[in-house]
């Protein structure tokens, strides 16, 4: 019996190279600003329309301030990026989803919330975390602008066959942990490069019982691994998270595409080409102490001494340490802390900022904190108003920015300045990742929140 892996990518080939690639059928193409515009230009210069441009949904996010969205953006780069999109969208008839629009926002909260991204699909974007949208049961990767421009033209891409691998977390996830801390743990245990080569497919117990935004949160992380993408059977709580959305099928087609939905799942014969299962007991909430998402403890842990780092390792932990000003087998509890970001296409969804109000309600920021919260679309800005947590965030001394990218990466104005931690929800802690000079820990939620009051690195249990 073929892997789920297998049934989603056999029905998408088009034709096998010998010796070569596959050409794949994408079903749906996602474009951000600063990936297309040399996929643009080549069309352009090839005198080439889109093959399928109702397949293809654009969208600033990683340019875009996120205050004063109303004004003209004062960096010179964002601004062109952002302008020259909009035209690339007008010249060639595609779906645009502009700034200031209520359909903007970060493209990996945007396609799935809009009902864009579906089971079964095969799901492509210039950008690495596109594997976020694996948690919709489809297969979605990353790809380089030069594939964009052939996806473009031709709704096809070039591909060689990953391997699969399952990964089952079973058990029942602790006090505080959530599907952030899952990711952060998968990622020490297999390392950054644990899963190159691979498609992962998430599976066990933790995983069914995660909720689809968890489930987001957890895919996205899969490229942190070395894997090609991760994704996630689709079943009631897929069905249930996409029923009545903008995009999604309606009537008759719903009742036929959920049945076609429901076949998508490995045999209980399938095999596999790797296979790893991990106890949700042995999971705590996370942080990374050093400069790649791998090198990551449990909050109450230690950072690992020398003797723990294997001889090929040391070079690169040294440094690493030395970056963040950090000491081999220091614990990391009570750290100071200058910034706190919430967002990113990894944890900027409604279910994140319920998670971060339930820590700071009633309590206060602390005063050397500086705290970005930044929704990751317009409808989770919608979600937090109507819910009323701008209110418990505000009440705590936090304000809400406007959609974005924002401190994930410094390609905007939210850079964290050079030497300060940032306790960050995003998905990379590399050197300068977040502004020349910024030392970067990842962290859930709700452990952004403990720090954010406390001013410090908190094990958010002890405020629950």
């Known amino acids: 019996?073929?892997?789920?892996?297998?049934?989603?990518?056999?029905?998408?080939?088009?034709?096998?190279?010998?010796?070569?690639?596959?050409?794949?059928?994408?079903?749906?193409?996602?474009?951000?600003e600063v990936t297309s515009?040399?996929?643009?230009?080549?069309?352009?210069?090839?005198?080439?329309?889109?093959?399928?441009?109702?397949?293809?949904?654009?969208?600033?996010?990683?340019?875009?301030?996120?205050?004063d969205q109303d004004k003209p953006i004062e960096d010179p780069v964002s601004k062109k990026q952002v302008d020259t999109l909009s035209k690339n969208c007008a010249d060639f008839g595609l779906t645009h989803f502009a700034m200031n629009s209520k359909d903007n926002g970060i493209i990996h909260v945007v396609g799935p919330e809009k009902g864009l991204s579906l089971p079964g699909m095969t799901i492509v974007c210039g950008d690495s975390h596109t594997s976020t949208h694996g948690a919709m049961g489809a297969v979605a990767f990353g790809i380089g602008t030069s594939e964009v421009e052939m996806v473009m033209a031709s709704q096809c891409i070039l591909q060689q066959k990953p391997k699969s691998m399952r990964i089952s977390i079973n058990g029942k996830l602790n006090k505080g942990v959530v599907a952030k801390d899952v990711a952060l743990y998968l990622m020490s245990k297999l390392t950054t490069s644990g899963a190159t080569g691979y498609f992962v497919e998430y599976a066990g117990d933790v995983v069914r019982d995660m909720s689809m935004e968890g489930r987001l949160t957890l895919c996205n992380l899969s490229i942190e691994m070395g894997a090609r993408g991760g994704f996630i059977a689709p079943d009631e709580t897929t069905f249930e998270y996409i029923k009545g959305r903008e995009y999604a099928p309606k009537g008759e087609a719903w009742d036929k595409a959920v049945a076609y939905w429901r076949t998508l799942k490995s045999g209980d014969d399938a095999v596999f080409d790797k296979e790893l299962t991990f106890d949700a007991a042995d999971i705590e909430p996370r942080i990374t102490y050093g400069t790649n998402p791998g090198m990551g403890i449990g909050i109450t842990g230690?950072?690992?001494?020398?003797?723990?780092?294997?001889?090929?390792?040391?070079?690169?932990?040294k440094k690493s340490l030395q970056y963040m000003g950090f000491s081999a087998g220091e614990k990391l509890l009570g750290h100071k802390i200058d910034y706190v970001f919430l967002g990113a296409c990894t944890n900027g969804r409604?279910?994140?900022?319920?998670?971060?109000?339930?820590i700071v309600k009633g309590k206060k920021k602390a005063d050397n904190v500086t705290a970005w919260l930044v929704p990751g679309?317009?409808?989770?800005?919608?979600q937090i108003r109507e819910e009323g947590i701008d209110k418990i965030v505000e009440a705590a001394g936090f304000e809400i920015r406007q959609p974005g990218c924002s401190a994930c990466l410094a390609m905007n104005d939210d850079k964290i300045p050079a030497g300060k931690y940032s306790v960050s929800t995003?998905?990379?802690n590399f050197e300068g990742r977040q502004g020349p000079g910024s030392?970067?820990?990842?962290?859930?939620?709700?452990?952004?929140?403990?720090?954010a009051i406390t001013g410090v690195i908190t094990d958010p249990r002890t405020l629950m």
């Open 1 to 32: 019996m073929n892997t789920l892996f297998d049934k989603i990518w056999d029905k998408h080939v088009v034709q096998i190279v010998e010796d070569g690639p596959t050409q794949l059928y994408i079903d749906r193409l996602y474009c951000h």
């Open 37 to 67: 515009p040399q996929a643009f230009d080549g069309m352009r210069a090839r005198g080439l329309k889109c093959f399928r441009p109702s397949q293809i949904f654009c969208m600033p996010d990683h340019n875009t301030p996120t205050h």
């Open 302 to 317: 230690s950072i690992p001494t020398l003797d723990e780092i294997d001889e090929a390792g040391q070079a690169s932990f």
């Open 350 to 358: 409604i279910e994140d900022f319920r998670a971060f109000a339930s």
């Open 377 to 382: 679309s317009w409808l989770v800005d919608k």
């Open 426 to 428: 995003s998905n990379r």
């Open 439 to 451: 030392r970067t820990i990842l962290a859930s939620p709700y452990v952004a929140a403990a720090a």
